[in-house]
């Protein structure tokens, strides 16, 4: 599929689930779970907090993409340089997601022709990722400045994509809707990794189901 395709497809689930923490042994299941709860498109984070944890993050995106690749569009997160999103397009990862708006991993992502998810906040941070070629701005962290917050900013900025990222529970889809959000970046609340420690994969679908019920219930309104 192009990239073209995977983007459309990402913008009409509306949503991204993120995978942050995760062990490679529970990381197939834990997607599996999401697939079943209604989620297709999927974002494994980057763990920079140990020497090993990048190359650990790429075996992860690699073995999702060879085992569901066909069910489901996988990302890197955390993207934070421009040779990060090389390393993650080399094993598979079709998105790049950063929490900042770093313009040279803007610009690298695009140049090897893959789909860029940047972090913003203010407007001057949003148009220019934007402009220097971002398909979609993530605002984080929404859930500590609220929908009042996007509200403001969506009305002169309508026309940039914007998913809401950080804190948001099934609760504040309508809510972050109704104030603009083109879309949703849920990790925590989704992939609680207490549940994923004692297996319990069919608690994850549980709470996938009450996301995207929630979003296609709101797109309807």
Known sequence: MSTKEVLKEIKTEKAIAIIRGVELKDIINTVKALVEGGFHNVEITFDHS??????????????????LGDRVFVGAGTVLTPEEAELAAEVGAEFMISPDTNINVIKRTKEIGKISIPGALTPSEITAA??????????????????????????????????????????????????????????GNLVPLDLIKKGEFDRITEIARRYTKE???CRKM
């Open 215 to 217: 979003i296609a219930r």
């Open 130 to 187: 934007y402009y220097a070629g971002a398909d979609i701005i993530k605002l984080y962290p929404a859930g500590n400045i609220g929908a009042l917050y996007l509200k403001a900013v969506k009305a002169p900025l309508v026309h940039i994509p914007m998913y809401v990222v950080g804190g948001i529970k099934p609760e504040d889809i309508e809510t972050y809707m109704k104030a603009g959000a083109d879309g949703f970046g849920i990790g």
């Open 50 to 67: 140990c020497k090993s944890g990048i190359n650990e993050t790429l075996e992860k995106i690699r073995s999702v993409k060879n085992s």
